[in-house]
Antibody
Framework: QVQLVESGGGVVQPGRSLRLSCAAS????????MHWVRQAPGKGLEWVAV????????YYADSVEGRFTISRDDPKNTLYLQMNSLNAGDTAMYYC???????????????WGQGTLVTVSS | EIVMTQSPVILSVSPGERATLSCRAS??????VAWYQQKPGQAPRLLIY???TRATGIPPRISGSRSGTEFTLTITSLQSEDFAVYYC?????????FGQGTKLEIK
């Protein structure tokens, strides 16, 4: 069965960096686009970034463009999110999500990880 | 950016009754809408995609529909496990956007 396990969250000071990981299993990782979605405490869902199944394209939300970098390591079946210049507005649960069909990026999310919490605070 | 507006923000319904949740898109998004359910402390769970197709394992009492840019999630015969927060999501345009959520609570 599909499993997505995020890690790397924690408490970080404003302006510092953090790298999140998402270990995937139970599906052919290198045929699926992967996304990061975040949720601030008590708030709704916010899409963050996507990487194409082949890594050829990456898109970002305006709120993180230029500060966050999404990447993937297909041999390791792992998705990453490098987060730089963090601020209080980045405090959230970060979920990785798999799209519902292979070889496409524009699709719904059929599986989500349990999330990793990032808290930006001095 | 496409804005997804959900209504109502809070919906109070008795067990066994029907709940109707709405989501309006600010522009045409064809049928590229999904609905997710989220319970406290859990990740979202896919219910509906393509505006009306049930995800694997979702019972027939949960259904989705579309009329232009208006999307509806209907849950009949409400059961205790249905009380949660529901989000609509458009995946027609970048950036992907979500509605602000509807909390379905027990009346």
């Amino acid at each position: 069965q599909v499993q997505l396990v995020e890690s790397g969250g924690g408490v970080v000071q404003p302006g510092r960096s953090l790298r999140l990981s998402c270990a995937a299993s139970g599906f052919t990782f290198n045929t699926y686009a992967m996304h990061w979605v975040r949720q601030a405490p008590g708030k709704g869902l916010e899409w963050v970034a996507v990487v194409w199944y082949d890594g050829s394209n990456k898109y970002y939300a305006d709120s993180v463009e230029g500060r966050f970098t999404i990447s993937r390591d297909d041999p390791k079946n792992t998705l990453y999110l490098q987060m730089n210049s963090l601020n209080a507005g980045d405090t959230a649960m970060y979920y990785c999500a798999k799209v519902g069909a292979p070889y496409t990026s524009s699709w719904y999310f059929d599986h989500w990880g349990q999330g990793t919490l990032v808290t930006v605070s001095s | 950016e496409i804005v997804m507006t959900q209504s109502p923000v809070i919906l109070s319904v008795s067990p066994g009754e029907r709940a109707t949740l709405s989501c309006r898109a600010s522009q045409s998004i064809n049928t590229y809408v999904a609905w997710y359910q989220q319970k406290p402390g859990q990740a979202p769970r896919l219910l509906i995609y393509g505006a009306s197709t049930r995800a694997t394992g979702i019972p027939p009492r949960i259904s989705g529909s579309r009329s232009g840019t208006e999307f509806t999630l209907t849950i009949t015969s409400l059961q205790s496990e249905d009380f949660a927060v529901y989000y609509c999501h458009q995946y027609n345009n970048w950036p992907y956007t979500f509605g602000q959520g509807t909390k379905l609570e027990i009346k």
